[in-house]
């Protein structure tokens, strides 16, 4: 996967997919940049859990639960892509400070930009995506027997509501540069809470709370 993302971080610099590109090819690869730097650090995320020793006397795992969790995963991915088109639209065409209403109809003009029409998927996905997490992490919380796994539940819990705050605020705020790198953060801790529910529901390490 580091292979993976300095050949995708080359091929921006050197196909010139920065500055002001407006092409179709960028809006293409930031996505994929974006969905590699999430598998990287998942990757990143489960060597360092499975590196720590199992602990003894383990509960069964929830196969139903950690199936669910993979869709959660898969709809993250998604909306982090449709984030990333997002941003590269706030970058070439800076969100002017308005009404929500009289922004979403100009993005939304028929002179408007593919990227700026695109503008309004990122949230609803967003919403979506965070009431199915939301839902699934209670249920883990409830149903999982491990404590790591109760763990990560809760920090999903609290990371989708953080989420779902700091997201709204951005949209308010015209989408400032500072708040949608913590925007980013979020979502990457987030991401990586996820997985880690997920490995822990599938095959619990720890002993049960």
């Not at 919380?141 to 509501?161: D, E, I, Y």
Request: without cysteine; charged residues 15%.
């Amino acid at each position: 996967m580091m292979v993976v993302e300095a050949l995708l971080g080359a091929g921006l610099v050197l196909f010139e997919l920065v500055g002001s590109n407006r092409s179709v090819g960028r809006a293409v690869v930031m996505p994929l940049h974006l969905v590699s730097t999430s598998v990287l650090t998942a990757t990143l995320a489960l060597v360092a859990w499975w590196s720590r020793p199992a602990e003894s006397a383990l509960p069964a795992g929830d196969r139903g639960l950690a199936r669910g969790v993979s869709v959660a995963l898969g709809a993250v991915l998604v909306v982090s892509a449709a984030g990333a088109l997002t941003a590269l639209g706030d970058t070439l065409y800076p969100v002017q400070a308005a009404a929500l209403g009289e922004r979403w109809a100009a993005d939304q003009a028929a002179s408007a930009h593919f990227l700026e029409r695109l503008r309004i998927l990122h949230p609803l996905l967003a919403v979506a995506a965070s009431a199915y997490a939301w839902v699934l992490a209670g249920r883990a919380r409830k149903r999982l027997a491990s404590r790591a796994g109760r763990g990560f539940a809760g920090a999903v819990l609290a990371l989708t509501a953080l989420q779902l705050v700091v997201g709204s605020v951005n949209v308010l705020l015209s989408a400032p540069g500072w708040l949608q790198v913590l925007h980013l953060f979020v979502a990457s801790a987030l991401w990586i809470g996820l997985v880690l529910l997920r490995t822990e529901a599938a095959e619990p390490r720890t002993r049960a709370a």
